[in-house]
């Protein structure tokens, strides 16, 4: 993996968070998603908007096997 570089698993985990986010919140799903090197970015056709989402590097300890201790 390049250093810095977010893994598949990371941008599809992202975007599925993200949609959960706006449906549970009424909104509309974006148009398209793209997945850039550390990010993901959404966009909105009707309203000509794009939603950027930086995925940072996980921190020591942080996971599922962490999360269930």
Same mark, same amino acid.
């Given at each position: !993996?390049?250093?810095?570089?977010?893994?598949?698993?990371?941008?599809?985990?992202?975007?599925? #968070? !993200? #949609?959960?986010?706006?449906? %549970?919140?009424?909104?509309?799903?974006?148009?398209?998603?793209?997945?850039?090197?550390?990010?993901? #970015?959404?966009?909105?056709?009707?309203?000509?908007?794009?939603?950027?989402?930086?995925? %940072?590097?996980?921190?020591?300890?942080?996971?599922?096997?962490?999360?269930?201790?």
């Amino acid at each position: !993996m390049v250093l810095g570089m977010a893994t598949l698993a990371q941008k599809i985990e992202t975007e599925n #968070r !993200m #949609r959960e986010l706006l449906e %549970d919140s009424g909104l509309p799903q974006p148009d398209h998603v793209e997945y850039g090197y550390t990010c993901i #970015r959404l966009f909105f056709n009707q309203t000509k908007q794009v939603v950027v989402i930086d995925i %940072d590097e996980p921190e020591e300890g942080d996971g599922p096997a962490d999360a269930a201790a």
